[in-house]
């Protein structure tokens, strides 16, 4: 978590996938939240406004925001 003007900015891991038509995305630490594009920066930036939203929403009905807890990582295996 990051202090910053008085807000706390949180870090959420964001899965960023291709598609036929462009990108999508979600957040395992968000399971509700998901955003679509035509490119890569697009579908990022419409991942941050839906996590906006969705931790407005819940401020708002007096829920706290989930806390990240996931991460990635890559495997080298034999193929």
């Known amino acids: ?3 910053k003007d008085g807000w706390s ?3 959420y891991l964001v899965i960023i996938e291709e598609t036929k038509t462009g990108y999508s995305a979600f957040s ?8 679509t594009g035509s490119g890569k920066e ?3 930036e419409r991942m941050k406004g839906a996590i906006a939203f969705h931790l407005e929403g819940m401020g ?3 829920l ?16």
């Not at 395992?28 to 955003?35: I, L, N, R, W």
């Not at 706290?64 to 034999?78: C, G, I, M």
């Open 1 to 3: 978590m990051i202090e």
């Open 60 to 62: 708002a009905e007096g």
């Open 9 to 11: 900015e949180m870090k």
């Open 42 to 44: 697009e579908v990022e």
């Open 64 to 79: 706290e925001a989930p806390q990240p807890h996931s991460f990635s990582t890559y495997l080298e295996v034999s193929a």
């Open 28 to 35: 395992p630490d968000m399971p509700v939240c998901a955003a």
